[in-house]
């Protein structure tokens, strides 16, 4: 069945990094788009970024912009978050999505399209204290 | 960026009873691209409508979406006991993708 796997949370001082993964199976990883979202404790939900199905095209949200990168190996059906000059607020679950647009490997698209995320991981507790 | 604004905070209602759910965008989202997830203590968002109208595989029917430009509403015709939990709006038409604030599902 389609799932995601989120690792490599844990707890770090400000100013260190950390990078997340996330494993994909059961799906075709290379002909989707893929999005991270956290969660801060007792908090709502916040967009953090996103990576189209080639790993060409990626948006921020502004909290992460400049410290928080995403990439995708594709070979690896695994989804990444570079997140560097970490601090306290970055405190949250981490939570890997799959978008729900489907790229056609045969198929040419003039632009990216990113939609609903359709499935979600369990997420990986990051911790960001001195 | 689109800021969603959802109300009301907290909704206490009782199994059996109607749920209504707002949420306002500050400006239009294009093409209906306004989706509605559950999530439960613990647990992982769920997605339950796309395209502000459609429910997503597996979702029943109970749970409707409706609305365009700047007011959607996510309705629960008839509460289930596992309908009590926090649901969030997200709007898709264009970066940054956010989110609304939730509204808290709570037994009465």
């Known amino acids: 069945q389609v799932q995601l796997v989120e690792s490599g949370g844990g707890v770090v001082q400000p100013g260190r990094s950390l990078r997340l993964s996330c494993a994909a199976s059961g799906f075709t990883f290379s002909n989707y788009g893929m999005h991270w979202v956290r969660q801060a404790p007792g908090k709502g939900l916040e967009w953090v970024a996103v990576i189209s199905y080639d790993g060409i095209n990626k948006y921020y949200a502004d909290s992460v912009k400049g410290r928080f990168t995403i990439s995708r190996d594709n070979s690896k059906n695994t989804l990444y978050l570079q997140m560097n000059s970490l601090r306290a607020e970055d405190t949250a679950v981490y939570y890997c999505a799959k978008d729900s647009y489907y790229y056609d490997s045969s198929g040419y698209y003039p632009s990216y399209y990113y939609y609903y995320m359709d499935v979600w991981g369990k997420g990986t507790t990051v911790t960001v204290s001195s | 960026e689109i800021v969603l604004t959802q109300s009301p905070g907290t909704l206490s209602l009782s199994p059996g009873e109607r749920a209504t759910l707002s949420c306002r965008a500050s400006q239009s989202v294009s093409s209906s691209y306004l989706a509605w997830y559950q999530q439960k203590p613990g647990q992982a968002p769920r997605i339950l409508i796309y395209?502000?109208?459609s429910r997503a595989t597996g979702i029943p029917d109970r749970f409707s979406g409706s609305g365009s430009g700047t007011d959607f509403t996510l309705t629960i015709s008839r509460l289930e006991p596992e309908d009590f939990a926090v649901y969030y709006c997200?709007?898709?038409?264009?970066?940054?993708?956010?989110f609304g604030q939730g509204t808290k599902l709570e037994i009465k």
């Open positions: 395209g502000a109208s």
């Open positions: 997200q709007q898709y038409g264009g970066s940054p993708y956010t």
